[in-house]
C-alpha cells in the first residue's frame, strides 16, 4: 500500500480544519489525524497554530507512519483506535469512504462493502477519546450513501460541501451529545 496521496477531499477538509482552528482563542489543544496518510491535516494543524507536540497522526499503513515521523510528528501504527491512549479537543478524520468495488478494495479509499463501516466503526470508538466539548471534523461522498440518522450521539454540523462531476464531497463537525 502506498501513501494516501492529498485529493479533492483532503484539500477540503485541509482548509475547515484551517478555518476552526484560526477561530480558536486557546490553541495548546491535542489533536489527533486519524488516517493520516501523507500528512496534509496535521499539517493543516500546525499552519493554523496548533504547537506540532500537541498533534498524535495515526495510519493503519506502516510506510505513512514512517513518512510522518520523518517530517516530525508524532506517529503511531494503528487500526482506527487500537494502539490510541488519551483523549483529545479535535479528532480529524479523512476516513475510506467509497464502497468496495471489483475496481477498488484499498484500504485507503474503501470502506466497506456499502463505503461506510469504517467510518461507523470510527465513530463508535471515538466517543471514549473526545474530550468534553471536543469535536470531530470528517470527510466523506455522497457515493459512500450515508445519512445523518446513522451517527448516534452526535451533534452534526455541515461545514463544507464540494460538488464534483460524480460526486459530493461533505465535511461534518461532530460533538458528543
Given amino acids: 500500500m502506498i501513501i494516501y ?5 483532503s484539500y477540503l477538509l485541509s482548509r ?3 478555518r476552526y482552528i484560526s477561530l480558536l482563542k486557546n490553541k495548546n489543544v491535542k489533536v489527533l489525524d486519524m488516517g493520516s496518510g501523507s500528512g496534509i491535516q496535521a499539517e493543516a494543524c500546525v499552519l493554523a497554530g496548533i504547537p506540532k507536540e500537541n498533534i498524535i497522526a495515526a495510519d493503519i499503513n506502516k510506510a505513512s507512519v514512517e513518512h510522518l515521523k520523518k517530517k516530525g510528528f508524532a506517529s503511531i501504527k494503528s487500526d482506527l483506535f487500537s494502539n490510541i491512549k ?5 479528532i480529524i478524520f479523512n476516513p475510506p469512504y467509497l464502497p468496495e468495488s471489483r475496481f477498488d478494495r484499498e484500504k485507503d479509499t ?3 462493502k456499502k463505503g461506510y463501516e469504517t467510518i461507523i466503526r470510527f465513530l463508535k470508538q471515538a466517543k471514549e477519546h473526545l474530550n468534553k466539548n471536543g469535536k470531530i471534523f470528517i470527510v466523506f461522498s455522497s457515493l459512500t450513501k450515508m445519512e445523518k440518522s446513522m451517527i448516534k450521539g452526535y451533534k452534526i454540523i455541515k461545514k463544507a460541501r464540494k460538488k464534483l462531476f460524480f460526486e459530493e464531497l461533505i465535511v461534518w463537525e461532530l460533538e458528543k451529545e
Fill in 110 to 112: 474503501a470502506g466497506g
Fill in 5 to 9: 496521496a492529498p485529493c479533492e477531499d
Fill in 86 to 90: 488519551g483523549k483529545f479537543e479535535l
Fill in 16 to 18: 475547515e480544519i484551517k
